[in-house]
Each structure stands twice: as C-alpha cells, then as structure tokens.
Nanobody, 126 residues
C-alpha cells in the first residue's frame, strides 16, 4: 500500500509562487509515474502535470505550461510542483497521484492512477 502525503500550498497573491510536495511511502513498488491534478469548486478534477519515473519525460496542461514545473527526487521518494506566476484561476485543491503500473504516463486522464494524496488547498488572490 503506497501512501502519498502532500505538503505546501496556502494563500498567495497573483503573480506569486508556491511549491507543493508529495512524499511516497510504503508498498514495494519502485518505478511509477506521478501526476498532479486539481479541482476547483464546482468543477471536475483536471490534469495539471505528469512526470515519468526517471524524470526525463514531463507533460503539462496548456493552462499551466511555462508557469509550473514538475520534478521528482527518487532518493527522497518525493515529487514536486513548482508553481510560478500564479493566477486567481489556479485556485483549487491540488492532488498528487501515483500510477504503479507504468513508469511513463503520456495522457491527461485521471483513470489508472492507483493512489492519491490527501489534497492541499492553493488559493490565489487577485
């Protein structure tokens, strides 16, 4: 059983930056793709970014491309989401997720992710 524990987030003014962390523990799986998703009030959960096990491949939603950076430190079993130039429309609960069946996810679907973090609130004020 893999557990994903998120940290970071909070309240920031538009144009500011935040970094989210997602630490994995437990389980015997050593190679898995990771993703970040978000859900705004009244909206469906949507894809934000994904990263392969090696970190060599990353993919972003168009809405965050050029502003957000996903990265991982496998020695620490941690994935990060650096969020710069934040906008009020980035306000949402952010979730990390792990797909233990593959080292690379080349899609934006929520399906197939086996484990999810607890979610962390990001609020961007105008």
């Amino acid at each position: 059983q893999v557990q994903l524990i998120q940290s970071g987030g909070g309240l920031v003014q538009a144009g500011g930056s935040l970094r989210l962390s997602c630490a994995a523990s437990g389980g015997t799986y050593s190679r898995y793709a990771m993703g970040w998703f978000r859900q705004a009030p009244g909206k469906e959960r949507e894809f934000v970014a994904a990263i392969s096990w090696s970190g060599a491949w990353t993919y972003y939603a168009d809405s965050v491309k050029g502003r957000f950076t996903i990265s991982r430190d496998n020695a620490l079993n941690t994935v990060y989401l650096q969020m710069n130039s934040l906008k009020p429309e980035d306000t949402a609960v952010y979730y990390c997720a792990a797909d233990i069946d593959t080292a690379v996810r080349r899609d934006t679907s929520l399906g197939g992710y086996d484990y999810w973090g607890q979610g962390t609130q990001v609020t961007v004020s105008s």
